[in-house]
């Protein structure tokens, strides 16, 4: 019920794609595997975390490079089977479909590429995997976090490979979707990051109690 309200909330349009508009076709399924800080390297399905009532993980987009500054964060939009337009931020839930696993199996997901077809230096796609999770209280969904990434791909890798098509496909053919099998763990900042806070406050502390 969370996920559906979620899909609902971030509905942006509910005209159909415009003729000729580009359309990438991506999915994640259960061939993807996590190489992850230690080396190992689990399948996805065994890296995610469980899912509680209103925590999932999701698969999404992210656009870099082009004309977008560093730091800014920018993801392709999404198209529901009837080719309404929804923000991508929140992405695909992974789950069960007429017996795949994954995030828009088992013909995969349909994002316009809009302003991002090209570009001088290029855009590119890198795919992330995270968690969502659900406030009762304001009735909305968020992505918490990252927790793993595939390699950056670039637009004109993904069109020669024929994952990108001109226009949007109530019924897509198989094999099409770009589907990454090689996912790389993104490590929790909270250790690191609160080491070098802390030493940094401790340093501060030091040095006010020598000036007094």
Known sequence: MFRLAAVAAVILAASLLPAGEQVLYWMVDDSAEVTMGDGTTPGLSDFLPAETEDTWSAARIRVIGGNIADGESVFLNL????????????GIAFGENVGYWGAGVPVGNQSPVGDYAAGTPEYNFIVEIGNVAWDESSGTASWVETIAKSDSVSYTWLYEANHI????????????????????EVPEPSSGLLLLIGGALLALRRRKGIAT
């Open 165 to 184: 098509a001109t226009t949007f496909d109530l019924n897509p053919p198989p094999g099409m979707a770009w589907t990454p099998t090689v996912f790389t």
């Open 79 to 90: 198209y529901d089977s009837q080719g309404n337009v929804m923000a991508g931020d929140l």
